[in-house]
């Protein structure tokens, strides 16, 4: 009994890992503040396909960073499930979080947060350091990333000598280096310009047409028409999940 059960628990999880990057089910996130519980995120169900492009959008407090943080194992919720890949990351412990943390999720943030003392190649690599893995071999993979987001000409520039937009590229060079189960992006527009968003939304399109999965925050209407799927938050809940393009 106990076995065909888990058997069938199994099955369910390798399909989890065969379609879907991410999987929310009943996910909520209480904070007590003062004694008063602040309900960030009230039951969110939400399945990201392999291969989506999702806009996260939503009013200021509606959830949208808790969601993040979740996604990113960043912080942990109240109450539900979420799986990344066939992992249910709410059983996980702190070591093991944090670990998938560093190695299956590629985040992007509005102030790049690359390392200054580090030149562009070495930045891309970071990644690779946390988990002991950088090799010559790698190094060829930085190279690549680095030549797909059109940087070929600045491996050896140092964040200060680069444009802001250049430097969110490298930042989503970076992202890319383990093969991640999706790209997480905070506002990834939110410093550059328009003619710099345009480019950066361009390498977006680029990494989703080759079946990438990214998962984007972001306030301006312009960024989420460019992705696949518009997901609204509302105090909390899932408002309204629109399909604006087939995966
Ligand atoms: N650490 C915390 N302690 C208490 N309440 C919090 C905490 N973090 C977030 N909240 C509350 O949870 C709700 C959701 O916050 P969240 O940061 O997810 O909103 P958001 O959609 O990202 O907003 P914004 O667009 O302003 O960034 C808000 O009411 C916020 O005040
Ligand atoms: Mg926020």
């Not at 070591?95 to 030149?119: A, C, K, M, P, W």
């Not at 999965?213 to 960024?223: A, F, M, P, Q, Y």
């Amino acid at each position: 009994m106990f076995t065909k059960k888990k058997k069938v628990a199994n099955d369910l999880n390798a399909e989890a890992e065969e379609f879907f990057a991410a999987k929310l089910t009943g996910v909520k996130r209480e904070y007590v503040l003062k004694g008063e519980t602040v309900h960030a995120l009230r039951g969110v169900d939400l399945s990201v396909p392999k291969g989506d492009y999702v806009a996260i959008m939503g009013a200021s407090g509606s959830g949208k960073s808790t969601m993040l943080n979740l996604l990113g194992c960043l912080d942990r919720p109240t109450a539900g499930k979420i799986w990344l890949g066939h992992d249910d990351i709410t059983t996980l412990d702190d070591d093991h979080l944090s670990e998938i943390r560093s190695t299956r999720i590629g985040f992007v943030f509005q102030s790049y947060n690359l390392i200054q003392q580090l030149t562009v190649i070495e930045n891309i690599e970071v990644p690779l350091f946390y988990q002991g893995n950088a090799s010559l071999r790698s190094r060829k993979r930085c190279i690549e990333l680095a030549k797909m987001v059109g940087l070929a000409d600045r491996l050896n520039h140092r964040p200060t000598q680069l444009s802001g937009g250049q430097q969110q590229r490298v930042a989503i060079a970076r992202s890319l280096v383990n093969d991640p189960y999706f790209i997480l992006a905070d506002e990834p527009t939110g410093n550059l310009d328009s003619k710099t968003t345009a480019e950066i939304l361009d390498l977006l399109d680029k990494l989703s047409e080759q079946g990438r999965t990214i998962i984007l925050v972001t306030h301006e209407d312009d960024v989420g028409a460019r992705s696949k799927r518009i997901v609204r938050l509302r105090d909390g809940l899932i408002e309204s999940d629109t399909r604006l393009r087939p995966i």
